[in-house]
Nanobody
């Protein structure tokens, strides 16, 4: 498994921006397709965005499309989530994840991922 550590969360006003980072170690980062998920209090973990090993293909949940951008830098073993136009409903703990499956595909289900970070809190105020 690859070890993942998220950072970059915090408190921001509605309409603001944050950039989350996910640093990987332990295995060859470029071998993994990756994803971001989030979980709000009292709700199930939900898919946010996914990216293939090369970064050439990405996919977003409808709720974040055109506001969030997923990217990765394989030379730095790091994945990012740029979040713009934040809304109070984006408040959640954000998790990055890696999958052992085909790294050229995109994965939207949490069950497809086998390595998870500890999460970083994002709070959006009015």
């Amino acid at each position: 498994q690859v070890q993942l550590v998220e950072s970059g969360g915090g408190l921001v006003q509605a309409g603001g921006s944050l950039r989350l980072s996910c640093a990987a170690s332990g295995r060859t980062f470029r071998n993994y397709a990756m994803g971001w998920f989030r979980q709000a209090p009292g709700k199930e973990r939900e898919f946010v965005a996914a990216i293939t090993w090369s970064g050439g293909n990405t996919y977003y949940a409808d709720s974040v499309k055109d506001r969030f951008t997923i990217s990765r830098d394989n030379a730095k073993n790091t994945m990012y989530l740029q979040m713009n136009g934040l809304k109070p409903e984006d408040t959640a703990v954000y998790y990055c994840a890696a999958t052992k499956y085909d790294s050229s595909s995109l994965y939207l289900k949490s069950g497809d991922y086998d390595s998870w970070g500890q999460g970083t809190q994002v709070t959006v105020s009015l």
